[in-house]
């Protein structure tokens, strides 16, 4: 929390408890609505969601809280809101649709796509003492995937969980993710979502997820069969079950959450909630009423008023204590700090209670720094506290690998190394010097776009199979297919592929930030050229757990990379070092050319120069002293490197990892310094520095 401000919830007490509150052998029921004139309870039979079995009407309370205090809530029951109220610009009342409460924290489904009921939830849970286990920043290692889709076809995991929570807690998963060194896993959306009406018709669905229905309910459809059968407390129990069995290995849970849209689409789309409650308090809307639309889903969640912030905020609040989850990405997080002019501002409120919040204190807070609306492009400017996804470092070190090797094959590379090397250093142009480079989230791939295989074999994208005419997903990738597009038989084509794959998985290893790998990006896993496959839940997209060699080889790389940046704290520093300053728990760092002389000011940007030596000695708190050569090249061109003789008390070089070797070496081969070393083309390669 700030030192220089008290925390304050958006809306103050008057919006406290809002949602069914069990007490007492009653319930009481708070909704929010500044401009209905009426409110009712709809309770429905509990095997029959057609069968109305007692309505209640709400009062009106200070704060535009609607509330009533009923037996008729208890737990298990199966509830809607009805609300009244003017229609025209900005409002769409019907006081005959039925609504979710947006705080149910369950949910039941009729036979209709809008056939939902909420249902009130005891939320009794024993964690049996396991606590989250508070992986520090610079130890964090981010591993984002699908829940179904990284267990679907596990051979370890039981087939009754294929695709499921518990499936994902199975203790094969667990003994996977300690293997390849990942210590976070970043799960895509499991807030209650449903697929758009649109991908039904062409008979798609929403696979990844980022539709939400409702903010406070897990997906039942990742429960298990059983859980599924017994309703909404087993899937809820399923979920924390999950969460514990992750924390009792010591791996972390992050939250993909999407607050900056909801399901309810464009004005004409699905009624299912916010539209009908408060249609002009919760969506972003011109003054006659249109949608002002800045995710490119149809509506804009309006965070500027205190309802829809608090909204957010309590969400938040649940996930992080009754669920114990670890930390949030926020989806087109730019949306999130839009203030009433639909602007972003760094000191939205909104954003300022996230961060200050107390009952946040302890969770990682990774914003997706930007949206599709004017001035929605904020990488580096969201406030102390936050991570961000680093689009600029992925741009950059795509482009060092690839695209600048693909241009340099038919003329000469375009730009030298110093924009990569900045990057690898912990992007100090993009983050301000107080929230250092454990603000950057460094990554080459993600759920959206090219898998790593996909990524080094393609020139182009292929997404034919979403019914789009291949119109959607992005066109500029800063891919490289390596002189053949997708399947080749080439073996020189794919060796180089692979040692592609291997320097983009280094680099976002080996550089300071934090790192994310996406799931089976680690064995290779391919989407055929798709990238944009949200609507595929299929063998295109579930992971494969059937390897061949080089895919072995290749997750060996990967686990051998995370292993060393845990034992070099010199790869990790969670400060920027400043000239002449002794910085605890950076990393001083210098650069040195091919000869092993240091870079002069014009071989940064010289394209003529891609090869540099980077030495960084870290300045720890509570680890021993460390220090690292890394050495980069990035021409296919092999070329000669005079190891530096300048790094001071430096009497050998113990090799660790290069990105040359096909298969782990195991070896750690030492060099003197002013040895001359052989480096292959396009390839990078680690010392210890003793």
């Not at 809280?65 to 029951?77: A, C, H, I, S």
């Not at 309910?217 to 087993?234: I, L, N, V």
């Not at 297919?481 to 084509?493: F, K, L, S, Y």
């Not at 460390?626 to 021409?635: C, E, P, Q, S, Y």
């Amino acid at each position: 929390m700030s030192a220089t401000r008290a925390f304050a919830a958006p809306g103050g007490t008057n919006l406290d408890d809002l949602g069914v509150r069990l007490h007492d052998g009653t319930a009481t029921l708070r909704v929010w609505s500044q401009n209905a004139s009426s409110v009712e309870l709809v309770i429905f039979d509990e095997t029959d969601l057609d069968w109305v079995t007692d309505t209640v009407q709400l009062e009106r309370r200070p704060g535009s809280v609607w509330e009533v205090t009923t037996d008729l809530l208890q737990p298990g029951t199966r509830y809607a809101l009805r609300a009244g109220g003017p229609h025209g610009p900005g409002n769409t009342f019907n006081p005959e649709t039925l609504l979710l409460d947006p705080y149910a924290r369950g949910l039941a489904q009729g036979d209709g796509y809008e056939e939902w009921r909420s249902v009130v939830i005891a939320d009794g849970f024993d964690w049996g003492g396991v606590t989250k286990p508070r992986i520090p920043l610079d130890r964090t290692v981010i591993y984002e995937g699908h829940l179904k889709g990284m267990t679907k076809r596990h051979p370890g995991v039981t087939p009754a969980l294929h695709g499921t929570y518990a499936g994902l807690a199975h203790p094969a998963m667990i003994e996977y993710l300690h293997s390849i060194g990942v210590t976070t896993i970043e799960l895509l959306p499991i807030h209650a979502f449903v697929p758009e009406p649109r991908l039904l018709e062409r008979g798609l669905t929403n696979y990844w997820g980022y539709n939400t229905l409702n903010f406070f309910t897990p997906h039942a459809a990742y429960a298990s069969d059983d859980a599924r059968k017994e309703g909404p407390e087993a899937v809820l129990s399923e979920f924390k079950g999950m969460v514990r069995l992750l924390h009792e290995a010591g791996l972390e849970v992050v939250l993909d959450v999407v607050y900056n849209h909801t399901s309810e689409e464009g004005i004409g789309g699905p009624r299912s909630s916010l539209r009908g409650i408060d249609n002009a308090g919760y969506y972003r809307q011109q003054a006659d009423g249109a949608y002002i639309d800045t995710t490119g889903c149809g509506n804009t969640l309006n965070t500027s008023t205190d309802a829809a912030a608090r909204l957010v905020l309590d969400s938040l609040r649940y996930w992080a204590t009754e669920m114990q989850i670890d930390g949030f990405r926020f989806d087109l997080a730019t949306a999130l700090g839009r203030n009433a002019r639909h602007e972003y501002d760094r000191e939205h409120p909104l954003l300022r209670a996230i961060q200050d919040d107390p009952i946040l204190a302890d969770v990682k807070l990774i914003a997706e720094p930007w949206d599709v609306g004017l001035g929605g492009w904020q990488t580096g400017n969201f406030p102390d506290g936050f991570l961000e996804w680093n689009d600029r470092y992925r741009d950059r070190v795509r482009n060092f690998w690839l695209s600048d090797i693909d241009y340099a094959r038919r003329a000469s590379a375009p730009v030298g190394i110093g924009g990569f090397a900045t990057r690898l250093a912990g992007s100090s142009n993009t983050f301000a010097d107080e929230r250092g480079p454990l603000a950057s989230v460094n990554f080459v791939t993600a759920h959206d776009g090219f898998t790593l295989h996909d990524l080094v074999s393609y020139d182009v994208k292929h997404n034919e199979a979403n019914g789009e005419n291949n119109h959607d997903g992005a066109d500029l990738n800063r891919s490289f297919n390596h002189g053949a597009e997708g399947p080749t038989d080439d073996q020189a084509i794919l060796a180089a592929r692979r040692k592609a794959m291997r320097n983009l998985l280094g680099t976002v290893l080996l550089s300071a930030g934090i790192p994310m790998l996406t799931a089976g990006d680690e064995t290779g896993r391919t989407q055929r050229g798709n990238n944009n496959a949200y609507a595929h839940d299929s063998a295109l997209t579930w992971l494969s757990w059937e390897f061949e060699p080089w895919q072995e080889d290749l997750r060996a790389h990967v686990a051998t990379l995370t292993r060393l940046r845990r034992e070099n704290p010199a790869l990790r520093p969670s400060r920027y070092a400043r000239l002449g300053e002794h910085i605890p728990n950076a990393s001083v760092m210098d650069w040195y050319d091919q000869d092993g002389g240091t870079m002069e000011q014009q071989q940064w940007t010289d394209p003529g120069n891609r090869t540099l030596q980077y030495v960084a000695a870290s300045t720890p708190e509570s680890e021993d002293f460390n220090r690292i050569l890394l050495i980069v090249h990035g021409t296919e061109t092999p070329i000669d490197v005079t190891l530096p003789e300048a790094v001071e008390g430096a009497t050998r070089f113990v090799s660790l990892w290069s990105s040359a070797d096909e298969h782990p070496d195991a070896e750690e081969r030492i060099f003197a310094p002013g040895d001359v070393l052989p480096v292959p083309g396009t390839s990078m390669h680690l010392f210890r520095v003793e």
